[in-house]
């Protein structure tokens, strides 16, 4: 049996969007090794090549859970869903109060002995995007009814976003808008959607006047400074200032493979600002296969929806792969000075363990969905 139909026997599901994990592993080997030069000149010595090598474990293990997970089928997933919540409600809470702060945000636990950090926000989008899935799968029937929307769907919402927007806003406002959505697409009553919105509001209200008491726990001021930097800084802070020049630099095609300069001034250029680094040397058409293949990924993950026979599969895959693809639109907006700062990773191709891990198991249960449907038609 050849390599190509022995890799077409074991990986299931939709090859387009296999194609899209496989190129974006590619672009995430190509730009972290040359996004990393300057930091591995100043923390090991000019010693690139152990920060790829770091790089390429975490890879190599997140294509091995996109494996795993596409092989388990997707309503096991289901079954999951409460444990996850009772898992990540606390981490965050843990997180949020004694959590390693890294870039003045408490966003990180360390695991004991291992010296090993994860986001535990990373693990909580998945845990909740599980189980507003479930919930509004087991309601299609009474989903107008308060009882069942309130306290089954609405509350955990909130607890969980509330429990990330202090130190990491954005992620919460990106899952807030996720879980609103999939109520609208799971037929909830819209004022049941209202009242959420409402709730919301209150609990970022609440943040707020917490955080002039707890500066340290909820950062406003952080907030406030980088919605003022981009109201009335019309190039953005340093940061922004430099991806602008680098994408500039990047023109149609580019300055070629690791000749970016720019990577040397731009702080956290293999994470945040990844984009701009590929913009350098890739040009406009390397950022644009970029973006390409994020929206191709969410137009895959539609067609899937629309085939789906169970409505679990339906609202997993759409929350999921527009878990990534709004969080990938986020990051390329800051690179290009529409939206302000967010900390926002571009995923499976910035360098970040958990970032990488947590996509690699997103990416595996839409694949899982995707292969129980192709099963169906082949029956």
Request: proline share 4%; charged share 10%.
């Amino acid at each position: 049996m050849s390599v190509a139909n022995r890799l077409a026997a074991e990986l299931k599901g939709d090859r387009t969007i296999w194609m899209i994990v496989v190129m974006l592993s590619l672009f995430s080997v190509l730009a972290v090794y040359s996004a990393t030069g300057a930091e591995a000149w100043k923390s090991r010595e000019g010693n690139t090549t152990a920060f790829l090598v770091a790089h390429l474990v975490r890879l190599a293990f997140g294509l091995l859970l996109v494996y795993l997970c596409h092989l388990l089928h997707y309503q096991r997933y289901k079954n999951f869903a409460p444990y996850l919540m009772l898992i990540a409600v606390p981490l965050l809470g843990i997180t949020l109060l004694w959590g390693l702060s890294i870039n003045s945000a408490s966003r990180w636990l360390s695991i004991p002995g291992l010296g090993i950090t994860f986001q535990t926000s990373d693990f909580a989008k998945i845990a909740l995007i599980l189980y507003v899935a479930r919930e509004l799968t087991r309601k299609q029937e009474y989903i107008t009814s308060f009882k069942e929307a309130f306290m089954p769907i609405i509350v955990p919402v909130l607890i969980v976003c509330g429990l990330i927007a202090p130190a990491n806003l954005s992620t919460a406002l990106i899952l807030f808008g996720i879980c609103i959505i999939l109520m609208f697409i799971g037929r909830v009553s819209v004022k049941y959607i209202l009242l959420l919105v409402l709730l919301g509001l209150v609990v970022f209200a609440g943040l707020i006047v917490l955080g002039k008491f707890a500066p340290d726990l909820v950062r406003v001021e952080t907030w406030a400074n980088r919605m003022n930097e981009f109201m009335t800084s019309p190039d953005g802070g340093y940061q922004v200032q430099q991806a602008k020049i680098a994408i500039a630099r990047g023109g149609l095609f580019g300055v070629g493979p690791g000749n970016s300069i720019i990577r040397n001034f731009l702080p956290f250029s293999y994470a945040d600002f990844i984009y701009a680094i590929i913009c350098e040397e890739y040009g406009l058409v390397g950022g644009a296969l970029i973006l390409g293949l994020y929206v191709l990924l969410f137009f895959r993950t539609v067609k899937l929806v629309t085939m789906s026979p169970k409505a679990f599969g339906a609202f997993l895959a759409i929350g999921l792969s527009l878990s990534m693809t709004v969080q990938a639109l986020v990051n390329i907006a800051v690179n290009v000075n529409l939206v302000p700062p967010t900390g926002q990773t571009l995923p499976m191709i910035s360098m970040g363990g958990t970032s990488i891990l947590f996509t690699s198991i997103s990416l595996g249960m839409i694949l899982s969905v995707s292969k129980y449907i192709e099963s169906l038609e082949e029956s």
